[in-house]
């Protein structure tokens, strides 16, 4: 699936914008940090070498898409890794204002977790997971519904636009949730759909 194909499906899915998605068509060359600048300019200097996010905020995002985009009769979002897949995203296709509001909300989810069950999002169960990110998705929807454009995205949003788009991208996504078609034939814009049939994946 190309890029503009992936971020048309992700946007009808969700009923607006996708942030980053001006990074994402222009291969998400986000500006250099200082630091990346400096060791630009300095061969002597190391730009710096820390991750993103670490292995324990990858694996809480992995879980949190796999609540989104559960295991059925197809893999889920933990199986196109799309922790990782954010963590990409979130750095090279972000404003440093989003990348603060989606760490943010890393804390924000579990202190919801806490508030609502007494325990954090790891350990709950599968129908406490829904149940609280149900609750964020009507909050984010109310909220981007009545928000003026320039206004601060909700970060569960980015955390569902990230899931959608990172699974539908990814080649578990593609060839098992979606038709998938290595070699496309001849264009034929009549094809009989019936009720329940996989959409295809484009390439």
Same mark, same amino acid.
């Given at each position: ?61 992995? *879980?949190?898409? *796999? ?42 989810? *579990? ?10 999002? #790891? ?35 980015? #955390? ?44």
């Amino acid at each position: 699936m190309n890029r503009r194909d992936a971020l048309a499906r992700v946007a009808l899915l969700m009923s607006g914008t996708i942030i980053g998605a001006d990074l994402f068509l222009s291969s998400c060359s986000s500006p250099a940090s200082k630091e990346q600048k400096a060791a630009l300019l300095d061969p002597g200097k190391k730009a710096p070498s820390t991750p993103f996010l670490n292995a324990s905020q990858i694996g809480f995002l992995d *879980e949190v898409g *796999e609540t989104i985009l559960p295991t059925t009769s197809t893999p889920g979002a933990k199986a196109a890794q799309v922790g990782s897949f954010m963590a990409v995203m979130v750095r090279d296709c972000y404003t440093p204002a989003n990348q603060k509001i989606f760490l943010d909300g890393l804390t924000q989810l *579990e202190q919801r977790s806490q508030k609502r069950y007494n325990q954090g999002f #790891m350990a709950l169960n599968a129908a406490q997971r829904t149940a609280l990110l149900t609750a964020l998705d009507a909050e984010q929807n109310a909220l981007t519904a009545h928000q003026r454009p320039d206004a601060p995205s909700h970060y569960f949003r980015m #955390m569902k636009q990230l899931t959608l788009l990172g699974y539908f991208t990814s080649e578990v996504g593609a060839t098992k949730a979606l038709r998938y078609q290595l070699v496309p034939g001849r264009y034929n814009g009549n094809i009989p759909y019936k009720k329940g049939d996989k959409t295809w994946a484009t390439t």
